[in-house]
């Protein structure tokens, strides 16, 4: 053990020294312009704070790529106490509190310029801190200048440290901070000294500073092997991260990965995909030097954003690979690739090459939880190629004992792999009476029709023999209970309609069976149906009319006429009313919003001046001021918040004057102000694993609803978002150029380059 010890201390030592048999001739740079500059900057410190910096043993020769510690020492004699700032990390690769000044700066670059500014990702901030306090004494902390900047040639440069710890106490709260600038240092740098056996035996943080393609290819070997984390500051995956976003040397490690992928039977780190995709991408547009001009600006923002663009395709791309890797290993590696790698790309993305799973996932399918085989199977991208998986579909979709939401997912999956088999196979389901799958999973051919009709009367005759319940029909037990009459109003003949409207008087049918049979003859009959709505409006011995008309926009909207939901907001039922009006802001068109207005006028009109009449001291569902309240609030609420209108100040204003008691005031106020100027989408995982959109009160369980919604808006909205992913990068990517694209389209105003993420 010793002796390897002592091997590997000698092949860093071999990397790192500066022999001068080796080490070439420095290049001499003329930096005494930098030194009347720098004293004039460090006699502006405040007065008794100061800053000396120092390298460990005073040494000042350094190799190219060789790790470059400084010691910061602070001190503070001033005696006013100003608020001292000792973080020492950042989950963003670098710590950007202290800045590097280095002269000539012509020899230096940012290694993480490209990662911050050519693909416009920022900083994500990060991590636990003290709160600043006093500075008691003396105080060192440590810089590596490699975090800062590379040193591109060698030659004498000249250094010192400018300092944003300090903060005024007296102001409250602290802002601006107080600089101070440290001495000068002048160092000598060297030619590299490579050598690939040191290479092997370097530590993750000195390795990610090294230079050379061999350095970059051990990177991407070792990122390959990883197990931990790369987000956590200290860690092995977090140096090996940002030295893969740093290096120089992109298309020796970009190979490596990508033959590593090529090769592994295993599931791989999660961050793969997005540096891969990072390093594809930067090779293919590499940073213009135009763009670091002050005048560049829009031009800049633009290539970033085409960076962007091309990033979210190849993130799928090597998604893709990943998910490969997983597969060709066993059931855990299959099952984390299943989770880590199934994002879905945006819609301008070509198809991705498909991963050929066939012999793989049949076997090792049904170990995987519920939650795994549903992202599997909604997995249509194209990374998982269709022959191979249908014999996974076609045991999901046969199978006795399979979940029903599996059974469904796969006969969707594959009728998107192999439209022919589902629509059979849901012809034959719906012919036989198995209803093995829900109604919104059957894949009906419109050829199918007539003879899915016969079917559907068939049934029917033999439930209603048989005295079944209506009830039974939709909700009750056994295979035909769990899906005829959903099957029959999403078909809507107007024999089977007429059926299900004259069946016999039994036990009182669920309001859900109740909302399909008015649905279906809604969908059928343009004075029968209207005629059904109401009568089942006004049966006062049913609590069900209390939300039918939102429970019939909300799952049957395509047979809803809205002028049966405007006919409702008027009953002499405020709690159907205000069902109405829920049910018009979920489905309703801009010519909703007119009647939505006359409605609350009338209620304001009738109640203004007689807020004591409205004050509720138990809530009950019957009682009449609780249902006058509930109905100004729905229309309030609908008014403010309808899919098929954008609300302007003007409309928020009469909202909240619609008021007539204090408290109705206060709670709408909020509402009042100008026009949006600013729509932030929050992307989110609710508890279910679904991905919402969240924008202007909003919840959109879709992209493509989300955008739908973009056609509402002035041309001076912008547009940003937050995104809450596992690959926080990727997705906003994908994100940010969906609402780009559609934002362009509707002539509204966009932000030039997607904001900073929290991976």
Excluded at 348 to 362: D, E, I, K, S, T
Aim: include cysteine; glycine fraction near 6%.
């Amino acid at each position: 053990m010793r002796v390897f010890v002592r091997l590997a201390l000698s092949a860093i030592a071999a990397l790192l020294c500066e022999c001068s048999a080796r080490a070439q001739d420095v290049e001499q740079a003329d930096v005494a312009p930098a030194r009347p500059a720098h004293a004039a900057r460090l006699a502006a410190n405040p007065p008794g704070l100061s800053l000396v910096v120092r390298t460990a043993l005073g040494k000042l020769r350094f190799a190219q790529g060789e790790r470059l510690t400084l010691d910061l020492e602070f001190r503070d004699d001033s005696g006013a106490r100003p608020l001292f700032d000792a973080i020492a990390y950042d989950r963003s690769g670098r710590l950007g509190i202290d800045r590097v000044v280095v002269v000539p700066a012509s020899g230096v670059e940012d290694p993480l310029r490209d990662y911050y500014r050519a693909m416009g990702f920022g900083f994500v901030g990060g991590g636990m801190a003290t709160p600043p306090a006093p500075l008691d004494g003396l105080t060192t902390l440590s810089l590596d200048v490699n975090e800062h900047v590379r040193f591109v040639r060698p030659g004498t440069y000249v250094l010192y440290v400018e300092s944003h710890r300090f903060r005024d106490a007296n102001v409250t709260p602290p802002r601006d901070p107080v600089v101070v600038v440290s001495n000068l240092l002048t160092l000598q740098i060297t030619a590299p000294v490579l050598d690939a056996g040191a290479i092997t035996m370097l530590p993750s943080r000195a390795l990610r500073f090294a230079e050379g393609p061999r350095a970059a290819e051990e990177l991407a070997r070792r990122i390959l092997r990883l197990e931990g984390e790369v987000n956590r500051v200290g860690t092995e995956g977090h140096e090996l991260r940002f030295g893969l976003y740093g290096t120089q040397h992109r298309t020796e490690a970009l190979k490596v990965l990508r033959e590593g992928l090529a090769t592994a039977s295993r599931a791989v780190n999660d961050a793969i995909p997005a540096i891969a995709a990072f390093l594809d991408v930067m090779i293919a547009m590499p940073r213009d030097t135009q763009e670091d001009q002050p005048d560049q600006g829009t031009g800049a923002a633009l290539r970033a954003r085409e960076r962007m663009r091309r990033y979210a395709c190849q993130v799928s791309y090597w998604q893709g690979q990943a998910l490969a890797a997983g597969l060709r290993g066993g059931p855990a590696d299959v099952a984390r690739a299943s989770v880590s790698f199934t994002d879905e790309p945006p819609a301008h993305c070509p198809p991705a090459p498909p991963v050929n799973v066939a012999g793989v996932l049949p076997a090792v399918f049904d170990r995987l939880d519920s939650a795994q085989q549903g992202l599997m199977l909604s997995y249509r991208w194209g990374h998982v190629a269709g022959p191979s998986m249908l014999p996974v579909l076609r045991q999901l979709v046969s199978a006795p004992d399979v979940e029903r939401e599996a059974r469904d997912a796969a006969l969707v999956r594959l009728g998107e792999l192999a439209p022919d088999e589902a629509a059979r196979l849901s012809r034959e389901d719906v012919v036989a009476g198995r209803f093995r799958f829900s109604t919104r999973a059957l894949r009906l051919a419109s050829a199918d029709t007539p003879a899915l009709t016969q079917a559907l009367e068939r049934h029917l005759a033999d439930a209603r023999a048989q005295s079944t319940p209506l009830s039974d029909l939709q909700d009750g037990q056994g295979a035909m209970a769990r899906g005829l009459l959903p099957t029959i109003v999403r078909l809507a003949t107007p024999r089977t309609c007429a059926a299900l409207v004259e069946w016999p008087n039994g036990e009182p049918a669920s309001c859900a069976a109740r909302a399909s049979v008015v649905a279906c003859a809604l969908a059928v009959d343009g004075e029968g149906g209207p005629r059904l709505l109401r009568e089942h409006l006004s049966d006062s011995r049913s609590y069900c009319r209390d939300e039918l008309p939102d429970t019939l926009a909300r799952v049957w909207p395509q047979h809803v006429p809205e002028s049966a939901l405007v006919e409702a907001l008027w009953h002499e039922r405020s709690r159907v009313a205000a069902s109405a009006a829920r049910a018009l802001a979920r489905i309703g068109t801009a010519s909703a919003r007119v009647a939505l207005w006359r409605r609350l006028e009338a209620w304001h009109q009738r109640w203004e001046g007689r807020a004591d009449e409205l004050h509720v001291t138990m809530p009950s569902v019957d009682d009449p001021a609780s249902q006058e309240l509930g109905l100004a609030r729905a229309l309030r609420e609908a008014l403010l918040r309808g899919r098929g209108w954008l609300t302007t100040a003007e409309d928020r204003l009469r909202v909240r004057d619609s008021c007539v008691t204090q408290a109705c005031r206060q709670e709408f106020s909020p509402f009042v102000g100008g026009p949006p100027v600013r729509l932030v989408v929050v992307e989110s995982e609710e508890w279910t694993g679904q991905t919402v959109y969240r924008a202007d009160g909003q919840a959109f369980h879709t992209l493509h609803d989300l955008l739908e919604r973009l056609v509402l808006y002035p041309k001076a909205v912008t547009i940003a978002w937050r995104a809450g992913s596992s690959h926080a990068q990727a997705r906003a990517a994908a994100l940010y150029e969906a609402l780009a694209t559609a934002a362009a389209e509707r002539g509204l105003a966009v932000l030039a380059q997607p904001p900073p993420v929290t991976p």
